[in-house]
């Protein structure tokens, strides 16, 4: 069980159906909104790893924006391609990436003199969360596909990705609000290790799964 509900998740798609539909009426295909969206989101991850959490914020709304207008746009257009499938799912985890070395880089900036993060423990958690959170969100990703290529379904667990973005921008909108980096560095940690339990559920439920059509 996610730990963003289904109803929740489902009224967000939408709320912005009405705009989708408008973007494909003007002839917006759902692949340039994927596009755009990455490289939307790879530049608020620039503008966090530079310590902008206020700008970065406003960048990566837009960018998450678009990652779910884009299957919308899909959906008005009568249904995707597959090679929009396959764009959509590369991006996307090209888009994570970029989200975990923001933290990363981050984390790292601590031994520059003049450091905001002064090489405690904030860039510490923020190094070392980056890179776990880095590893278990393609591990996610990647048990899901494998999954399926096996004929299964593994979508279980308690942080899908709208669950992970959803609590890193909460720490990014923290940091912004506040001046405190130690909430964002809490809150990579805290998608690190939801990640990684999902990585864990995903295995179990495969486990279980495919032993049972063994038996």
Known sequence: MSIVPDRLAKSTR??????ARRLHELGVSANAVTVLGFLITVAGA???ATGQPGAAL????????????????????????RFGAFLDSTLDRLSDAALAIAAIQLGAASSRAGSIFAGGATAVTLFWGGLLLLVSSFLVSY??????????????????????IAIYLAGVAA??????????????????????????????HMARSLNEKKG
């Open 58 to 81: 406003l960048v990566l709304l837009l960018g998450t924006l678009s990652d779910t207008l884009d299957g919308q746009i899909a959906r008005a257009a009568g249904g995707g391609t």
């Open 143 to 164: 048990i899901r596909a494998k999954a399926e290529s096996l004929g299964e379904g593994a979508t279980v667990g308690l942080a899908p990705r709208e669950a992970r």
């Open 46 to 48: 620039a503008l966090l």
């Open 175 to 204: 940091w912004a609000v506040s001046g405190k980096p130690q909430l964002f560095a809490a809150a990579v940690a805290v998608v690190a290790f939801l990640a990684t339990v999902t990585v864990v559920q995903r295995i179990a």
């Open 14 to 19: 939408g709320g912005i159906a009405p705009v």
